[in-house]
């Protein structure tokens, strides 16, 4: 399942608004990139955002977001547009 297939489940079945899941995430990734890392819960969904190894080139780091839901990662993914050389 996809991050945008997650958002429209989460809203067809009375869960998360999909606006608020949005701006939640983006909050995680600037904490992440200020702080290093970045968390946010609202109701039974946390987004987490860690600097991690780039999947495609071990030479450089990103910042990568968890989308998990009753203590399961339902998705992750890599933000390209964080990539720096580590």
Partial sequence: MG??????????????????LSKIIEEAVRDCVEFGSGYEE???VIISAEWESY???S?????V??????G???FN???DETKVSN
């Fill in 55 to 57: 999947s495609k080139d």
């Fill in 42 to 44: 609202l109701d039974n």
């Fill in 77 to 79: 993914y890599e933000l």
């Fill in 59 to 63: 030479n450089y780091d990103v910042v």
């Fill in 3 to 20: 991050l945008l297939d997650f958002m429209k489940y989460k809203q067809v079945n009375g869960g998360v608004n999909v606006n608020i």
């Fill in 72 to 74: 399961v990662v339902k």
């Fill in 65 to 70: 977001v968890y989308i998990i839901e009753d």
